[in-house]
């Protein structure tokens, strides 16, 4: 059968646009098994920290690039008429990464299949020895799909704004510009550090109409605020069912990358070394470094710790003087317990309390049970935390713990059922933990802290940080803390540190013994009959006594 020349070029443009199609980028995609999960994961808000070249930038603009084509396996987002949004640390940022990623070939590496002569992703493991072969993926977002572009400035690649033909809207921001505000998102990429802490409120409320989702992929910076904020929420996180968690956090490691060459691996962490353990922590393997912005950079359980087996019978001696300090919140309220042995040789912290969405009672219980009949010289608590006043009951937090701690009976001989208020003075109390954490000539600090008895605690201690000001948009460290966050329990052990605890032996508990229901019976029996009673002179012996009834 005969055709015309108009359908037989017809059925060749046909035929080439579906090649064309099936060897688009995302066709071709496969996610490394470090990858998958991001892609996978149905969480609200999504962290991928990683170091350099580790594939987070790769992985976080496939993501973009299927919700915005509508081509998203996991149906996560609308498949047409969405809104999303890239923010990039500046123009020059979104002009060299976030366009060519998205719009120019080379997202990642293609070959042609021995067997099949399809194309595929190219597998530096198995492919190693047909390198010469591998050519660039095509543009994740292939031109069909490009309704109309707008321009910051074209000759550097600096996209404002783009409309594809499904609908989509993709907006581009500089986050050294203005924040923008009165929109709704459905997918939303941070790409790289950002240079205000105040795009991540302001996104996370443009989510919101819509029920969008965030994604970031950065190298974790110790001094961006926004970025610890999220993963600290992310590991919060980590305590749920997968499938409730609002947020969750990914760790992409520079090693675990194949398309990277063994030796250049090697070249780079021997570059990476010469700097630094923390930089090679940093950029291999994606981990934060506090070490310039802790409020307490040395200290570590290596020094600190002290070990359950150097007490006797393992646990802390009934004569060693206990003390406690609570900061009272509803989200976290957190408390901590510190002895002090008769030599006054250290200062050990030796358990916790962390509650969350905590009340007083709550938090009483918890403490009654760690506290069993163990008694405690002092109490003390955050002067702020208890003396806000509660929205419905009106009472101040402080009476609120008062009065659980008396209703549970918790009390201290310097304070009764009440609390000491916390050392206000933050400079002065953080000086005084830091000598208490120096190391002295007998070769211990004065602070120990009991091993695998506050993970709370520790975790704090590793991340309380130092407050950042930017400054010609330079980050400044400042010596004040940063009291945003997480930091209950640190400041615990500041106030009780501050306070200078003293040994003071403590009052014997005794213990009475169970009494057998039977027993306990005929002794009330007993009683009752010593009412009345006759007492009489032994034999031989004149009556001269009395005979004493008493009723």
């Not at 605020?225 to 968690?245: F, Q, T, V």
């Not at 009951?393 to 208020?421: M, P």
């Amino acid at each position: 059968m005969s055709i015309s020349q108009h359908k037989r070029n017809e059925l060749m443009d046909l035929t080439a646009e579906l090649a064309s199609r099936k060897t688009e980028g995302l066709r071709l995609y496969r996610a490394a098994p470090y990858q998958e999960p991001f892609h996978s994961s149905m969480a609200s808000e999504r962290l991928i920290l990683g170091g350099n070249r580790s594939g987070k930038s790769c992985a976080a603009f496939v993501e973009l690039a299927r919700a915005v084509t509508g081509q998203d396996p996991h149906k996560k987002f609308p498949a047409k008429d969405g809104i999303a949004a890239v923010v990039g640390r500046n123009w020059a940022h979104i002009g060299q990464v976030a366009y060519p990623y998205l719009f120019k070939p080379g997202a990642f590496d293609i070959i042609k299949d021995d067997q099949t002569g399809q194309w595929r992703a190219y597998d530096p493991e198995h492919d190693s020895h047909r390198e010469k072969d591998k050519k660039p993926a095509p543009a994740l977002i292939p031109e069909r799909f490009v309704k109309k572009m707008s321009w910051q400035m074209k000759s550097a690649n600096y996209l404002s704004y783009c409309e594809l033909v499904n609908g989509y809207k993709i907006m581009f921001f500089s986050s050294d510009g203005v924040i923008p505000q009165g929109f709704s998102l459905d997918a939303c990429l941070i790409d790289e550090e950002i240079q205000s802490d105040a795009w991540i409120g302001e996104l996370q409320a443009r989510l919101a109409d819509r029920k969008g989702r965030l994604w970031v992929a950065a190298m974790p910076h110790s001094n961006a605020e926004w970025l610890l904020n999220l993963s600290e929420r992310a590991e919060a996180e980590e305590k749920k069912e997968k499938s409730e968690r609002n947020i969750e956090q990914f760790r992409f490691r520079f090693l675990d990358n194949v398309h990277i060459d063994p030796k250049e691996k090697t070249k780079m962490i021997e570059r990476w070394s010469a700097q630094g353990a923390d930089v090679v922590r940093q950029r291999a393997e994606g981990e934060f470094t506090f070490d310039s912005l802790s409020v307490y950079p040395s200290f570590n359980m290596y020094s600190h710790g002290f070990s359950r087996e150097d007490l006797p019978h393992l646990q802390v001696p009934m004569d060693w003087t206990r003390y406690l300090a609570v900061d009272p919140g509803y989200q976290v309220a957190a408390g901590v317990f510190m002895a002090v042995p008769p030599d006054e040789s250290m200062l050990l912290v030796y358990d916790e309390v962390y509650v969350r969405q905590a009340t007083a009672k709550s938090f009483a219980e918890k403490v009654k049970i760690k506290l069993g009949v163990q008694q405690l010289q002092g109490m003390i608590i955050d002067k702020h935390g208890s003396a806000i006043h509660e929205m419905g009951s009106g009472k101040q937090v402080g009476t609120q713990y008062t009065d659980a701690f008396r209703e549970h009976d918790i009390h201290s001989a310097q304070t009764g059922w009440s609390f000491q208020l916390g050392y206000d003075n933050v400079a002065a109390r953080v000086g005084q933990v830091m000598a208490a954490l120096t190391i002295r000539p007998e070769g211990t600090p004065k602070l120990r802290f009991l091993r695998n008895a506050c993970p709370n605690l520790e975790r704090e201690l590793k991340k309380y940080r130092k407050k950042t000001n930017m400054v010609n948009g330079t980050r400044i460290i400042t010596d004040q803390p940063n009291t945003k966050g997480e930091c209950h329990a640190v400041q615990c052990v500041e106030y009780l540190v501050a306070s200078e605890p003293r040994y003071h032996r403590p009052k014997e508990v005794v213990i009475e013994k169970p009494v057998h229901p039977l027993v306990a019976a005929y002794e009330k029996k007993q009683k009752a009959r010593t009412g009345s009673q006759c007492v009489f002179e032994p034999a031989g012996v004149s009556l001269g006594g009395s005979i004493d009834v008493s009723y």
